[in-house]
């Protein structure tokens, strides 16, 4: 596609709830990377893949938290249990060579 | 790890005014990146620069990678450009950011 595309744009769920954000990267690029951000801040590192090989889970909070990128294009990222401190903006961005291009990004809620 | 720090941490200006919004590193590189981040949320690619000068339209930008820091040139500014204004930078395909520059301009 031409640009990085994210799905839901919005998602209110309730304390509990398992989720599933979904990301469609440019078409061709061998990297993806998920960001969380909050508000006021930068974005900070989830998780890396090179294709469909998940390079990098540093930054992935805990264990309710994985991704996965099974045919090295879209990816989803799952939070099991969902807690409150959840709740941010969950970016998606990929490259092919260096530059990050970035989706409009998920915006998880939790009650 | 790698340090990024970015300056001023707020900026208030009039319409028309020009800006350099500097960020400094800590350590040696591979990409640099400066991101626009408007007040509807989307996170803008500007430049990657990881060496030089680049322009695009009123914005402009220099990487000085010996000497470690970046500055973003923002002339005949205007109220689009408000919003938040990162630099990050790249080692081993990890982004790290700064703390952004929040700009606001005036009308």
């Known amino acids: 596609g031409a640009g990085v595309s994210q799905s839901p744009r919005y998602k209110v769920t309730k304390r509990g709830q398992d989720v599933a954000l979904r990301c469609d990267p440019i078409s061709g690029h061998v990297s993806l990377y998920w960001y969380r951000q909050a508000l006021g801040q930068g974005p900070e590192f989830l998780t890396y893949?090179?294709?469909?090989?998940?390079?990098?889970k540093s930054g992935l909070p805990n264990d309710r938290f994985s991704a996965e990128r099974p045919e090295g294009s879209i990816s989803t990222l799952t939070i099991q249990r969902t807690e409150q401190r959840d709740s941010a903006m969950y970016r998606c961005?990929?490259?092919?060579?260096?530059?990050?291009?970035f989706g409009e990004g998920s915006r998880l809620t939790v009650l | 790890g790698i340090q990024v720090e970015q300056s001023p941490p707020d900026l208030i200006l009039q319409e028309g005014a020009n800006s350099t919004l500097r960020c400094n590193f800590s350590?040696?590189?591979?990409?640099l990146q400066w991101f626009h981040q408007n007040p509807w949320g989307q996170l803008i690619n500007l430049f990657y620069?990881?060496?030089?000068?680049k322009q695009n339209g009123r914005l402009s930008a220099t990487t000085v990678a010996t000497e470690r820091y970046s500055l973003l040139y923002i002339s005949s500014s205007q109220t689009t450009d408000s919003g938040v204004y990162f630099c990050a930078v790249e080692r081993n395909y990890q982004l790290i950011w700064g703390a952004g520059t929040k700009l606001i301009i005036k009308p």
């Open positions: 350590d040696s590189v591979n990409n």
């Open positions: 961005a990929s490259s092919s060579g260096g530059e990050l291009f």
């Open positions: 893949f090179n294709y469909e090989a998940q390079q990098d």
């Open positions: 620069i990881p060496s030089g000068t």
